[in-house]
């Protein structure tokens, strides 16, 4: 073929290829399978479509959400309900809005707040218990599936900004890790933005804080006026004020949730002062004084009686909830236990009055028209200070009793930083008048009935009045979806949905107080407490959380008439059988639908110590470095019920050096090595109990290279399951100090103060020195705890070989 004849049938071909494919333009695939514009090989004879581009839109109207969520308060605790505790904040919302009466949650922090968070009951969000309790089983998994599609995930694909503040407890505690898996993060379950704290607890003073996805320290400490509760407030007017300075039209979704009521109760001293001697009269003269107050407001239906505060059969109690009557109290015991309760009430107020703030940039800034504010409790008010009150909650978990002279000595401090105060379980049952038990206890609503107000200034009409409807928190997704003109997808990223668990309680705006509930039935099950509502009646099955028991087939069921007995006092199972048999059926109906079972009731140390999966298999040996971020308890080596060592080669190279080498843990409960002095300290802090357990090197060290460390050999266990041993303390291969020493039983503490090295995060774990307590003066080439069986002089010998590579 010529030249000339190729080149007319090149350009024949490529005539026809253009022409085909402005014929024949590709058709959009995947998430552009809407394109409805126009491709061409040529862009200027291709026609746009911006529609699948452009971010979706909120319904017209669309209110911000504010949802405030305190931890452990039952009905009778607050003003608005009738309670001591002033909380002018609530009080202004409740006189623009509506009080509810009857709003119930789970009696656990972590499956309400899954509640909160899905509008499926706990169980099927895989929330059967707190996240640490999870145990293998569907509905105790510890992870929320994807089969319950987060309220914010559903508001942030239609057109919301979305926002978590503080506490969560709703992540896997193996994930709460730097390296753990991010998708029960609040980042991974549709907010835009995190600032708070993973855990289910944390020191009000020094708080164990993530940003988004990173761990970080607190901007300040106490002693230049940090508090968390101040600091939440801070970053929350800060995000809202970002996001109104670029898109003033979007709407926002809050979810706020400050540390308090929860332990510590960590408070400012001039709030705690506020409430000195105004619990002077005890425990049960408040359950009278409140149940007046409670009936005269509303809250409460004339000829409410009160429950007696000791309900259970001793046979059926857990004597860790039992409480003592205040007139068998010594004059020592109602100074302390009057005390506690002024340093609640002072938490309380604190963070009513920082949540304030909140409100009246809202108010100051024209955006608290259109924002439907909830105000909440999570559960009922915690009984896990026990019969006598503790200076250090850590106890309850470890199964160690608490010491009222210790507990005496410290009561001048109780808020403090030196304290992880808990008042004991009379005012557990006080501030959740006047119903029987409190937290953990799912049959009764000592543990399930919780303050609630909604405002809503463009919404609703009603101001100042009280709601009698009964509803449970698995209602607010779906109350929140009905406002906003929005529906629960059926399928969500591929996945088909549990449906909802709830109803809305939209219809309560506009409804008379007393209007009938619109709620069929709802079903209750905690720890090994059961208990089912139905139109008006609830059966409860009496069972002690916490007991390891078992035998659930022996578990006697009571019956109520709530709507007649609002707090539940008078048992009709003999007079109505079958209407007890039916409420049993129903209840086991909705535990299969709801994959509530196995029931557990173990106690809590054999709860916390199952072992769980988790990425990293657990290993003999662990290496840490300087300077990486605190390595949470659930993810760390842990050296609990074991024999263990403590190996770290460490280069001094100036005459002052020291600081911390390894931490974890805090001043109540944990174990720090480091230099002070010159001498090599170990430190392990039992529970906070004084004086420290402490092991002092009997030789100074000079500049040079040395592997030091520590090695506890356990040789039994005590009478509460503490570990009993001997302890070593090394410099190289020689000892330089031993003893005696104890280790707890459980963790260190739910606050999550971490695994540390070259520093000590948060709060101390000895007295000796004061965070950070930073290495210096020399360097660490790392740290190697092991908990295998090889001695340490030859575990000291491979460290030595490591430190002269270097």
């Not at 200076?391 to 403090?416: H, R, S, W």
């Not at 501030?431 to 609503?445: C, D, E, I, N, V």
């Not at 059966?539 to 390891?548: C, I, M």
């Not at 008078?570 to 079958?578: F, V």
Request: charged share 20%; proline share 7%; glycine share 10%.
């Amino acid at each position: 073929m010529t030249l000339l004849c190729r080149r007319m049938v090149g350009a024949f071909a490529a005539l026809f290829l253009s022409t085909t494919m402005a014929q024949q333009a590709p058709a959009p695939v995947g998430p552009y399978k809407d394109f409805k514009g126009t491709i061409n090989l040529d862009v200027r004879d291709s026609k746009p479509d911006w529609g699948p581009f452009t971010p979706k839109k909120a319904p017209s109207g669309a209110p911000n959400i504010l949802f405030v969520l305190y931890d452990d308060t039952g009905l009778a605790a607050w003003s608005p309900y009738g309670g001591r505790i002033n909380m002018p904040t609530l009080q202004k919302l409740a006189d623009r809005g509506l009080t509810y009466t009857q709003w119930h949650t789970v009696a656990l922090c972590s499956p309400t707040r899954a509640t909160l968070l899905t509008g499926r009951n706990h169980t099927l969000n895989g929330m059967a218990a707190i996240t640490e309790a999870s145990n293998g089983f569907p509905g105790w998994a510890g992870r929320i599936p994807p089969q319950a599609a987060t309220l914010a995930q559903v508001l942030q694909d239609n057109g919301y900004s979305t926002f978590w503040l503080g506490k969560n407890h709703n992540v896997p505690e193996q994930d709460v890790a730097e390296g753990g898996d991010r998708k029960t993060w609040p980042l991974g379950q549709g907010f835009e933005r995190y600032y708070g704290f993973i855990g289910g607890e944390t020191n009000q003073w020094y708080p164990d804080l993530v940003e988004d996805n990173r761990f970080i320290e607190p901007p300040y400490g106490p002693e230049n006026g940090y508090h968390l509760s101040k600091d939440l407030a801070d970053q929350a007017i800060k995000m809202i004020q970002n996001q109104q300075a670029t898109s003033p039209t979007k709407p926002w979704f809050m979810f706020y949730n400050p540390g308090a009521n929860h332990a510590p109760h960590h408070a400012p001293k001039e709030y705690i002062a506020k409430y000195k001697g105004k619990f002077d009269d005890g425990y049960e003269a408040y359950r009278t004084w409140v149940l007046a107050r409670m009936i005269e407001k509303g809250v409460l239906p004339k000829g409410t009686k009160l429950t007696p505060i000791n309900p259970l059969p001793q046979s059926q109690a857990n004597p860790a909830d039992a409480v003592r009557p205040w007139d068998t109290l010594n004059a020592d015991e109602k100074k302390l236990f009057s005390h506690m309760a002024e340093v609640f009430a002072g938490l309380s107020e604190y963070t009513d009055v920082q949540t304030g703030r909140v409100v009246e940039y809202l108010e100051k800034t024209g955006q608290l028209e259109n924002t439907v504010v909830l105000y909440a409790a999570d559960n009922g008010t915690s009984g896990e200070g026990t019969p006598n009150g503790s200076v250090n909650e850590n106890k309850f978990f470890n199964g160690y009793p608490d010491d009222l002279a210790e507990n005496m000595k410290l009561m001048d401090q109780l808020g403090g930083p030196d304290t992880y105060n808990h008042f004991p379980t009379g005012w557990a049952v006080a501030f959740s008048t006047p119903f029987q038990m409190f937290k953990r206890y799912a049959q009764y609503s000592g543990g399930t009935a919780d303050p609630l107000v909604i405002s809503w200034p463009k919404g609703i009409k009603a101001r100042g009045e009280m709601r009698d409807q009964y509803h449970h928190s698995v209602d607010i997704v779906p109350t929140l979806l009905d406002i906003v003109g929005l529906e629960m997808p059926k399928t969500y990223r591929g996945v088909e949905q549990f449906p909802l668990s709830g109803i809305s309680m939209k219809y309560t705006f506009d409804a008379a107080p007393n209007a009938p509930t619109q709620k069929k039935r709802q079903f209750y099950s905690m720890l090994g407490t059961r208990g089912i509502w139905e139109d008006g009646w609830l059966a409860a099955a009496v069972h002690a959380p916490f007991t390891g028991k078992g035998n659930f087939d022996k578990d006697q069921w009571q019956l109520y008439h709530v709507d007649a007995d609002r707090s539940e006092s008078t048992d009709l199972a003999k007079q109505y059988p079958e209407k007890l048999a039916a409420l049993q059926k129903a209840w086991d109906e909705e535990a299969r639908i709801n994959l509530a079972l196995p029931v557990d009731d173990r106690t809590a140390s054999e709860i916390l110590l199952i072992e769980r999966p988790s990425g990293e298999p657990v290993r003999d040996r662990y290496v840490y470095y300087p300077d990486t971020a605190p390595v949470p308890e659930g993810a760390a080596v842990s050296v609990r019920n074991r024999s263990y060592k403590i190996l770290a080669n460490v280069e001094i190279t100036e005459a002052d050096a020291g600081g911390v080498i390894f931490a974890h843990g805090s001043r109540f409960g944990g174990h720090a090595l480091f230099i002070k002095d010159h001498k090599l300290y170990y430190v392990y802090n039992f529970l906070g109990i004084k004086p420290e357990q402490k092991f002092v090197s009997s030789e100074e060290l000079k500049p040079g290279k040395y592997t030091l460390g520590m090695e506890f050999t356990r040789t039994g266990a005590g009478p509460h399951k503490e570990s009993l041993g001997t302890m070593k303390l090394y410099v190289n291969d020689k000892v330089v100090a031993q003893g005696e020493m104890k280790t707890q039983p459980a963790k260190f503490t739910l606050s999550g103060d971490g695994l540390c090295v070259g520093y000590d995060s948060g709060d101390a774990v000895s007295g000796e020195y004061k965070t950070p307590g930073a290495f210096h003066g020399g360097s660490i080439q790392g740290v190697a705890i092991t908990v295998e069986k090889a001695s340490y002089e030859a575990l000291e010998l491979e460290a030595r070989r490591a430190q002269l590579r270097q």
